[in-house]
């Protein structure tokens, strides 16, 4: 290996490399004021959520020039790009599943926009393509967004995304000729599709929006439909809509032998559970459990009327337990109860539960029997994420995947006979974790909880602050973030940098509680969190302040949004994405209802509206601050956190600004919130990232290369 430093002036870098301030496009600042519980509070920027007003479209190309000319300017960015292409050109592929004798896997040969879905036919014969989304838009904005399989392979039911919109067109796949059957089902998000025998499918779907931007508008209600294999939507029979309750949102799911198909209403992170057979499609569903906000059902497998179900009714950091359908009180039986340790998730393979737990923010399985008697553990390579294997009951083998911060996702075939995992799939990534280690290190939040922070880096790390570090986060909606690889992070590590995740209240890393500590009234505890962790960095002198990035998105937007607000000085750069960053008004656009149960609603109670506009970051802008150096990134068909808000977070920083430190926004075309993202495009985003933190950061990047 030989080191390739990029060239550079060293007088630029002795510092942050900040030029004058910048001319930022005009924004005029309205006077729209909105009065909660006896309080006035303006919203200046209000004119920006008419997303396709002429004004706000040409205020939108002016910042997108701005920071096109600004980021193309800095020297460094063509080899970054050059370099993180090269790093990024490795095949992918996914851990190989079969339903019948038709076993699929997907597989990127290295840049392909979209992963391909190919089948063969049996587990080692010669591969076919199925579905190439690549040859669905030239520009590779369109996506497989899910799929779902007749339990003999015979047909796929897929969706496709565009352009990073959530809404999905469904499609029915024969798989053994690869061509498409006429049913096409629009209007559909956040649905899977879920078989009846070869009959039909269930799914569902919003009325078609009647006015205004149709990628963007408020969601009304979801229904839940039976959709007939062979015949139009029009014929489709609706089963159920929440007219009564449009904050819901519905589902379906199947035992793997189809002998129930379950229903489930769900509001924020809980959910009902209701069921029917197979054999009787037309009659109602039968209710277990009555809808609860913080309680979920999920349902494992089945053995005749004995549901397995993974459930946190009271058990807060989750347990697995059985429900008899003949039991008119739908007792839960322990099987295996909670432990100290939160449960993520369950297979059923053969007569064994593999159940996966998080200890410490890192994944452990163990296996116990249908009675719930511990018979082993499924060994993993470190401490890092996945090893809950997935297959079909009576499968012998089974396949599951591992990473971490420098361990790439690896696919490994597990004999459930014998318990011994072998590597099936290791990616073949320009990437050497030797010189690198991740640590577990542990801060104290201002309420004295014990936080604890991953952070990758260099084995000869200078302890002298001179490292820059990117400090990411998240911190909602019971998500777990454990050690995951990514190819952008590995292209930071060779640059030169470090690299921080901390776990926060709010997630579902230490079950509910933690959770809990997290939202609503308590959501000010995840904010001190990342604060607590940015201040351990520097005091034990991973890094310091000017040569600290704080990062997140969606959620994690906020926690950005919310840090540089309230601690401006504790950051050298900031990069907020897809975040919602308007506290008052989020639950007006897209699917912003579904966030109330973590954040609560400025219209709901004195209560919640005073503790939201205590730590919205829109409303938290004070005029002459000196904030750090931010990229405001968001997307312009982000329909699940509406790009609103980030384009009045960037003018009014713009308009607050007291120093010459760059805020910039930079909005994405024909993408979305993240997910079926072209590589092309995620190619671009992190040069200009990882650009914009060179200059402001101020230092030399160094890549690692053959």
């Given at each position: 290996?030989?080191?390739?430093?990029?060239?550079?002036?060293?007088?630029?870098?002795?510092?942050?490399a900040?030029?004058?301030?910048?001319?930022?496009?005009?924004a005029?600042?309205?006077?729209?004021?909105?009065?909660?519980?006896?309080t006035?509070?303006?919203?200046?920027?209000?004119?920006?959520?008419?997303?396709?007003?002429?004004?706000?479209?040409?205020?939108?190309?002016?910042?997108?020039?701005l920071?096109r000319?600004?980021l193309d300017?800095?020297?460094?960015?063509?080899?970054i790009?050059?370099?993180?292409?090269?790093?990024?050109?490795?095949?992918?592929?996914?851990?190989?599943?079969?339903?019948?004798?038709?076993w699929?896997?997907?597989?990127?040969?290295?840049?392909?926009?979209?992963?391909?879905?190919?089948?063969?036919?049996?587990?080692?014969?010669?591969?076919?393509?199925?579905?190439?989304?690549?040859?669905?838009?030239?520009?590779?904005?369109?996506?497989?967004?899910?799929?779902?399989f007749?339990?003999?392979?015979?047909?796929?039911?897929?969706?496709?995304?565009?352009?990073?919109?959530?809404?999905?067109?469904?499609?029915v796949?024969d798989?053994?000729?690869?061509?498409?059957?006429?049913?096409?089902?629009?209007?559909?998000?956040?649905?899977?599709?879920?078989?009846?025998?070869?009959r039909?499918?269930?799914?569902?779907?919003?009325?078609?929006?009647?006015?205004?931007n149709?990628t963007?508008?408020?969601?009304?209600?979801?229904?839940?439909y039976?959709?007939t294999?062979?015949?139009?939507?029009?014929?489709?029979?609706?089963?159920?809509?929440?007219?009564?309750?449009?904050?819901?949102f519905?589902?379906?799911?199947?035992?793997?032998?189809?002998?129930?198909?379950?229903?489930?209403?769900?509001?924020?992170?809980?959910?009902?559970?209701?069921?029917?057979?197979?054999?009787?499609?037309?009659?109602a569903?039968?209710?277990?459990?009555?809808?609860?906000?913080?309680?979920?059902?999920?349902v494992?497998?089945?053995?005749?009327?004995?549901?397995?179900?993974?459930?946190?009714?009271d058990?807060?950091?989750?347990?697995?337990?059985?429900?008899?359908?003949?039991?008119p009180?739908?007792?839960?039986?322990?099987?295996?109860?909670q432990?100290?340790?939160?449960?993520?998730?369950?297979?059923?393979?053969?007569?064994r539960?593999?159940?996966?737990?998080?200890?410490?923010?890192h994944?452990?399985?163990?296996?116990?029997?249908?009675?719930?008697?511990?018979?082993?553990t499924?060994?993993l390579?470190?401490?890092?994420s996945?090893?809950?294997?997935?297959?079909?009951?009576?499968d012998?083998f089974?396949?599951?995947?591992?990473?971490s911060?420098?361990?790439?996702?690896?696919?490994?075939?597990?004999?459930?006979?014998?318990?011994?995992?072998?590597?099936?799939?290791?990616?073949?990534?320009?990437?050497?974790?030797?010189?690198?280690?991740?640590?577990?290190?542990?801060?104290?939040?201002?309420?004295?909880?014990?936080?604890?922070?991953?952070?990758?880096?260099?084995?000869?790390?200078?302890?002298?602050g001179s490292?820059?570090?990117?400090l990411?986060?998240?911190?909602?909606?019971?998500?777990?973030?454990?050690?995951?690889?990514?190819?952008?992070?590995?292209m930071?590590?060779q640059?030169?940098?470090?690299?921080?995740?901390?776990?926060?209240?709010?997630?579902?890393?230490?079950?509910?509680?933690w959770?809990?500590?997290?939202?609503?009234?308590?959501?000010?505890?995840?904010f001190?969190?990342f604060?607590?962790?940015?201040?351990?960095?520097?005091?034990?002198?991973?890094?310091?302040?000017?040569?600290?990035?704080?990062?997140?998105?969606?959620?994690?937007?906020?926690?950005v949004?919310?840090?540089?607000t309230?601690?401006?000085?504790?950051?050298?750069?900031?990069?907020?994405?897809?975040?919602?960053?308007?506290?008052?008004?989020?639950?007006?656009?897209?699917?912003?209802k579904?966030?109330?149960?973590?954040y609560?609603?400025?219209?709901a109670?004195?209560?919640?509206?005073?503790?939201?506009?205590?730590?919205?970051?829109?409303?938290?802008?004070?005029?002459?601050?000196?904030?750090?150096p931010?990229?405001?990134m968001?997307?312009?068909?982000?329909?699940r956190v509406?790009?609103?808000?980030?384009?009045?977070?960037?003018?009014?920083?713009?308009?607050?600004?007291?120093?010459?430190?760059?805020?910039?926004?930079?909005?994405?075309?024909?993408?979305?919130?993240g997910?079926?993202?072209?590589?092309?495009?995620?190619?671009?985003?992190v040069?200009?990232?990882?650009?914009?933190?060179?200059?402001?950061l101020?230092?030399?990047?160094?890549?690692?290369?053959?």
């Open positions: 290996m030989r080191r390739v430093v990029f060239a550079v002036v060293a007088l630029l870098f002795a510092a942050p900040l030029a004058a301030a910048l001319t930022y496009p005009a005029p600042r309205g006077t729209v004021t909105d009065t909660y519980f006896g006035t509070v303006a919203d200046p920027y209000r004119w920006l959520e008419d997303v396709d007003a002429t004004q706000t479209t040409a205020w939108v190309k002016a910042e997108g020039n920071t000319s600004y300017a800095i020297p460094q960015r063509t080899a790009r050059d370099a993180f292409r090269k790093l990024l050109n490795y095949e992918k592929v996914g851990a190989p599943y079969h339903h019948g004798t038709f699929f896997f997907t597989r990127n040969s290295g840049l392909q926009n979209q992963s391909v879905l190919y089948v063969r036919d049996g587990e080692h014969g010669t591969p076919r393509v199925l579905l190439d989304p690549n040859t669905l838009a030239s520009d590779g904005t369109v996506a497989l967004a899910g799929q779902s007749t339990r003999d392979g015979r047909y796929m039911a897929y969706a496709t995304e565009s352009s990073g919109s959530d809404w999905q067109t469904w499609h796949k798989v053994a000729t690869g061509r498409d059957l006429p049913d096409t089902i629009e209007w559909s998000k956040f649905s899977g599709a879920t078989w009846v025998a070869r039909g499918f269930y799914y569902a779907a919003y009325d078609k929006p009647q006015s205004g149709a963007l508008s408020a969601l009304g209600v979801q229904k839940l039976f959709h294999l062979g015949t139009p939507q029009s014929a489709d029979r609706l089963v159920y809509a929440s007219t009564a309750h449009p904050d819901q519905v589902g379906t799911a199947a035992t793997e032998d189809e002998r129930y198909v379950f229903f489930f209403r769900s509001k924020g992170n809980g959910n009902s559970l209701s069921w029917k057979r197979r054999d009787e499609p037309d009659s569903f039968r209710q277990i459990y009555d809808l609860d906000p913080n309680v979920n059902y999920d494992v497998g089945d053995d005749g009327n004995r549901i397995y179900v993974q459930t946190n009714r058990a807060p950091r989750s347990r697995l337990a059985y429900v008899d359908l003949t039991d009180q739908h007792a839960l039986h322990d099987i295996v109860p432990s100290a340790d939160p449960l993520q998730g369950v297979s059923l393979i053969g007569n539960f593999y159940a996966d737990y998080l200890h410490d923010a994944s452990l399985v163990r296996i116990t029997d249908l009675r719930g008697r511990a018979v082993g499924i060994d390579p470190g401490i890092g996945g090893g809950l294997p997935g297959a079909h009951r009576t012998r089974a396949y599951y995947s591992f990473t911060f420098t361990y790439p996702t690896t696919i490994y075939k597990y004999d459930t006979k014998t318990g011994a995992s072998t590597i099936a799939v290791r990616p073949k990534i320009a990437f050497d974790p030797a010189p690198f280690v991740t640590e577990q290190i542990f801060t104290t939040s201002k309420d004295g909880t014990k936080i604890p922070v991953f952070i990758t880096h260099r084995k000869d790390l200078p302890l002298d490292t820059p570090a990117i990411y986060g998240y911190g909602g909606f019971n998500i777990s973030i454990t050690p995951y690889f990514s190819s952008a992070v590995a930071w590590l640059m030169g940098g470090s690299y921080a995740v901390v776990t926060l209240r709010g997630g579902g890393e230490y079950g509910d509680a959770h809990d500590a997290g939202r609503l009234a308590n959501k000010q505890h995840v001190d969190d604060e607590a962790a940015a201040q351990l960095l520097i005091d034990r002198k991973f890094t310091s302040s000017a040569k600290l990035a704080a990062n997140g998105g969606s959620n994690g937007g906020l926690l949004g919310a840090a540089i309230q601690r401006p000085d504790l950051f050298g750069a900031a990069i907020p994405e897809v975040g919602v960053l308007d506290m008052l008004r989020f639950q007006k656009f897209t699917v912003g579904a966030w109330v149960t973590d609560g609603s400025s219209e109670s004195a209560d919640q509206f005073k503790y939201l506009y205590a730590y919205s970051p829109y409303h938290n802008v004070k005029d002459g601050t000196h904030y750090p931010t990229l405001v968001t997307s312009d068909h982000d329909d509406y790009p609103a808000h980030s384009f009045k977070f960037a003018a009014a920083l713009q308009h607050a600004q007291a120093g010459d430190a760059p805020i910039l926004l930079r909005v994405e075309s024909k993408a979305g919130h997910a079926g993202r072209p590589t092309e495009k995620i190619i671009d985003e040069a200009d990232r990882y650009a914009f933190l060179v200059k402001n101020g230092f030399t990047p160094t890549i690692a290369s053959p």
